[in-house]
């Protein structure tokens, strides 16, 4: 029997692995990827779990909440319907930012397709922050919100990320997703520790756990949920659970699906880390007491599952909440503005001196964003500070997971280009970037493809009925876009 209010052991809920899922003993519950479920229609499989009290829980992918921008209210308003349709008790998103431009910069929106770090420093922090805060008060369950693995660092970070995490969960009270799959590529690629990141943390906030797997090709790790889980993964798993015993731990598998017994091997391996854990953790403790029962003094290490000892506190902590030395604490001349806006950095008073100040962080935050993402995938100069190399791999992969995505939402496009396919699209990528959704970038792929030329051997004209089908009408606006639009459509018409 699962304690009341926790989640047990779960697996990734996929189209693919749907009917693998619902046979698979001992699954507590499924996540799925809120964007690919529609509250009006949801999947018969995930209708059936729901019936037998799995739980559900979405995972939104596009909400961006580490970008610069506000949360847009229409994906809010998405995800929290996903979470009232499927009756979950919480939903998650990710420390990340999705997009970058427009307004803020005066530049092109740019999608970035792939979850971006966000930069470890006060301006970003604040951003997120205020962004959580925009979130939890949207949703009508509370938020989890997850570490992401990167490839690449931020030069001048203030932080580290169990910092940068405790922080996050102390000024705005939400939970945390922790990936250790994530702690794990950010060891390889970024040469952060990830017993540090858990000493750092607040474990007590965790809502779940993630366990993926992924790869390593010449120093890099590729977070590609595409593979088998690694031992270093689960020994992340095992340090985690001999602190605090998570409410729920999830496999996550995107890619490459096995058969069900190896996703079931999977699961077995992850409870037998969390049992091994947790049986550790009870010889220790009985250590401890026998210890402290022959009468030596016991040591507890900070965060230690079990320790009930009063944190140490510096004269500027608030009484509510442990205290830990970290940088990312605010000095106060670079304190936040009061609720009320009555004191902004430095101590400037003034009722607009809040509402200014974040303007002024959102825009810093924005304009490093954006050119950080249009040298990703736009091609423009890398910024400085930045590991050009490591920006190269990071590139490619995005533009590598472009055309990979765009073959999922849209197969006909392999199927007209045959070998040809993966080329052109990496070769319009180079340049074009994705401005919209995924399938927005099928058709203005095949759109290029229909202007500029098909590869040898390519049916025009089946890739021309293509495009005509989904992209709609021509528009009777007169705007120069709407012109446009007719005009690209009279010459394809006439191929």
Same mark, same amino acid.
């Given at each position: 029997?699962?304690?009341?209010?926790?989640?047990?052991?779960?697996?990734?809920?996929?189209?693919?692995?749907?009917?693998?899922?619902?046979?698979?003993?001992?699954?507590?519950?499924?996540?799925?990827?809120?964007?690919?479920?529609?509250?009006?229609?949801?999947?018969?499989? &995930?209708?059936?779990?729901?019936?037998?009290?799995?739980?559900?829980?979405?995972? +939104?992918?596009?909400?961006?909440?580490?970008?610069?921008?506000?949360?847009?209210?229409?994906?809010?308003?998405?995800?929290?319907?996903?979470?009232?349709?499927?009756?979950?008790?919480?939903?998650?998103?990710?420390?990340?930012? =999705?997009?970058?431009?427009?307004?803020?910069?005066?530049?092109?929106?740019?999608?970035?397709?792939?979850?971006?770090?966000?930069?470890?420093?006060?301006?970003?922090?604040?951003?997120?922050?205020?962004?959580?805060?925009?979130?939890?008060?949207?949703?009508?369950?509370?938020?989890?919100?997850?570490?992401?693995?990167?490839?690449?660092?931020?030069?001048? !970070? !203030?932080?580290?990320?169990?910092?940068?995490?405790?922080? &996050?969960?102390?000024?705005?009270?939400?939970?945390?997703?922790?990936?250790?799959?994530?702690?794990?590529?950010?060891? =390889?690629?970024?040469?952060?520790?990830?017993?540090?990141?858990?000493?750092?943390?607040?474990? !007590?906030?965790?809502?779940?756990?993630?366990?993926?797997?992924?790869?390593?090709?010449?120093?890099?790790?590729?977070?590609?949920?595409?593979?088998?889980?690694?031992?270093?993964?689960?020994?992340?798993?095992?340090?985690?659970?001999?602190?605090?015993?998570?409410? +729920?731990?999830?496999?996550?598998?995107?890619?490459?699906?096995?058969?069900?017994?190896?996703?079931?091997?999977?699961?077995?391996?992850?409870?037998?880390? &969390?049992?091994?854990?947790?049986?550790?953790?009870?010889?220790?403790?009985?250590?401890?007491?026998?210890?402290?029962?022959?009468?030596?003094?016991?040591?507890?290490?900070?965060?230690?599952?079990?320790?009930?000892?009063?944190?140490?506190?510096?004269?500027?902590?608030?009484?509510?909440?442990?205290?830990?030395?970290?940088?990312?604490?605010?000095?106060?001349?670079?304190?936040?503005?009061?609720?009320?806006?009555?004191?902004?950095?430095?101590?400037?008073?003034?009722?607009?001196?809040?509402? +200014?100040?974040?303007?002024?962080?959102?825009?810093?935050?924005?304009?490093?964003?954006?050119?950080?993402?249009?040298?990703?995938?736009? +091609?423009?100069?890398?910024?400085?500070?930045?590991?050009?190399?490591?920006?190269?791999?990071?590139?490619?992969?995005?533009?590598?997971?472009?055309?990979?995505?765009?073959?999922?939402?849209?197969?006909?496009?392999?199927?007209?280009?045959?070998?040809?396919?993966?080329?052109?699209?990496?070769?319009?990528?180079?340049?074009?970037?994705?401005?919209?959704?995924?399938?927005?970038?099928?058709?203005?792929?095949?759109?290029?493809?229909?202007?500029?030329?098909?590869?040898?051997?390519?049916?025009?004209?089946? &890739?021309?009925?293509?495009?005509?089908?989904?992209?709609?009408?021509?528009?009777?606006?007169?705007?120069?876009?709407?012109?446009?639009?007719?005009?690209?459509?009279? =010459?394809?018409?006439?191929?």
């Amino acid at each position: 029997m699962r304690e009341p209010g926790r989640l047990g052991t779960g697996i990734g809920w996929r189209p693919e692995i749907a009917e693998a899922v619902e046979n698979m003993a001992g699954v507590d519950w499924v996540e799925a990827v809120a964007e690919n479920v529609c509250p009006g229609h949801l999947p018969e499989s &995930l209708l059936r779990l729901r019936e037998r009290g799995i739980t559900v829980v979405p995972h +939104g992918v596009s909400l961006g909440l580490g970008g610069a921008d506000r949360p847009d209210e229409a994906r809010l308003t998405a995800l929290a319907e996903r979470a009232e349709a499927l009756g979950s008790p919480l939903v998650t998103e990710h420390i990340a930012f =999705v997009r970058a431009g427009g307004p803020l910069t005066a530049s092109p929106l740019l999608e970035a397709g792939h979850l971006l770090p966000v930069p470890r420093t006060r301006d970003a922090l604040h951003v997120l922050c205020e962004n959580v805060r925009a979130a939890q008060a949207a949703l009508p369950v509370p938020l989890a919100v997850e570490n992401i693995a990167a490839l690449i660092s931020w030069p001048g !970070e !203030e932080m580290t990320e169990g910092q940068f995490l405790y922080d &996050l969960v102390d000024r705005t009270g939400v939970r945390l997703l922790i990936d250790v799959a994530n702690l794990h590529t950010n060891h =390889v690629n970024r040469g952060e520790d990830p017993a540090k990141a858990l000493d750092e943390l607040p474990v !007590e906030a965790i809502a779940y756990v993630h366990v993926a797997g992924g790869f390593e090709r010449d120093g890099v790790w590729h977070d590609s949920h595409a593979h088998p889980v690694t031992r270093p993964v689960l020994d992340i798993l095992a340090d985690l659970a001999s602190r605090v015993t998570p409410p +729920g731990v999830l496999l996550e598998r995107d890619e490459n699906f096995p058969d069900p017994a190896e996703l079931e091997r999977e699961l077995t391996a992850i409870r037998g880390t &969390l049992e091994t854990a947790k049986a550790g953790t009870r010889a220790a403790e009985r250590g401890t007491a026998a210890l402290v029962g022959c009468g030596a003094a016991a040591p507890v290490a900070a965060g230690e599952a079990g320790a009930e000892t009063e944190p140490t506190r510096s004269p500027d902590t608030s009484p509510t909440a442990p205290a830990i030395a970290t940088p990312a604490s605010l000095t106060p001349g670079d304190a936040e503005a009061a609720p009320d806006g009555s004191a902004g950095p430095g101590g400037q008073a003034g009722p607009g001196s809040r509402a +200014g100040t974040d303007d002024a962080r959102r825009q810093r935050v924005a304009l490093a964003q954006a050119a950080l993402l249009s040298a990703l995938v736009a +091609g423009t100069p890398a910024p400085e500070g930045f590991d050009r190399v490591r920006l190269g791999v990071q590139a490619r992969a995005l533009a590598a997971k472009r055309a990979d995505v765009v073959a999922k939402v849209a197969p006909e496009l392999p199927e007209i280009l045959a070998d040809a396919y993966r080329p052109a699209f990496l070769a319009y990528a180079q340049r074009r970037p994705m401005t919209g959704g995924y399938r927005r970038d099928a058709l203005d792929f095949a759109e290029h493809l229909l202007l500029t030329g098909l590869p040898e051997g390519a049916d025009t004209r089946r &890739l021309r009925d293509w495009w005509l089908e989904r992209s709609g009408p021509a528009p009777l606006s007169g705007r120069p876009a709407a012109r446009l639009a007719r005009a690209t459509r009279r =010459v394809l018409l006439r191929r």
